[in-house]
């Protein structure tokens, strides 16, 4: 009885995560060297500079193609729209800045270095690998040493765990451009919090039988 309990909470838990889907920057504007974006009911910012960015749509990177990428299939969802942006310079600071805490965010990544041409990002946290594999521009393989990421040619998405208010990220050796966006997990389902709370419910209802049981 008890396994089948642990099963059905554990379900539940299951279903919660898969069915928040993730939040993702809107990005509107950049201007005085700084893009701007809207995410989880806040605002973004990041200093530049940049060597392009796509804050109106455009030519979407993260969808043409395979809809899901393979690098982009180990989460819910890919932004709506075509938006990123791709920090630029050797040795250059970028700080990124949330008006409202924003809790264990993303980071989208399109196209990190290119053949012969290794980029790296270093980020003020650690962070985790969440998926990689083939992109739009490639198939190639993230390197990550602490809270670095390298490549010279590769797609994916990484994670950093906790509420944060700012990062910083900085650019080493950047080629072409290597795009970013941002996100967040969503508010969960409440057909899933239901099951949750279902869960933990006949979780404490057979610990009471027990504990009478024994009395």
Sequence with gaps: MRSGILAITMAALMSTSA????????WTSVANNVATGSLDGGT???DGPFDTYSVAGGFDYWRNGPNPWP????????????????PSGNTVTHTITFSKPIRDPYFAIISLGQPGIQTSWTFSDAFSLVDQGQGYWGNGVFTINGN?????????IIQFKGNFTSL???????EN?????????????????????????LVGAAARRRRAVAA
């Design 44 to 46: 973004v910012t990041m």
């Design 148 to 156: 670095s990421i390298s490549a010279g040619e590769a797609h994916g």
């Design 168 to 174: 910083t990220l900085t650019t080493n050796r950047t």
């Design 19 to 26: 069915s928040a889907a993730i939040q993702w920057t809107d």
């Design 71 to 86: 690098a982009y299939d180990g989460v819910s969802n890919m932004p709506t729209n075509g938006d990123f942006i791709a």
């Design 177 to 201: 451009w290597s795009g970013l966006t941002i996100g967040t997990p969503g508010v969960p389902e409440p057909a899933s919090w239901a099951m949750l709370i279902t869960g933990f419910g």
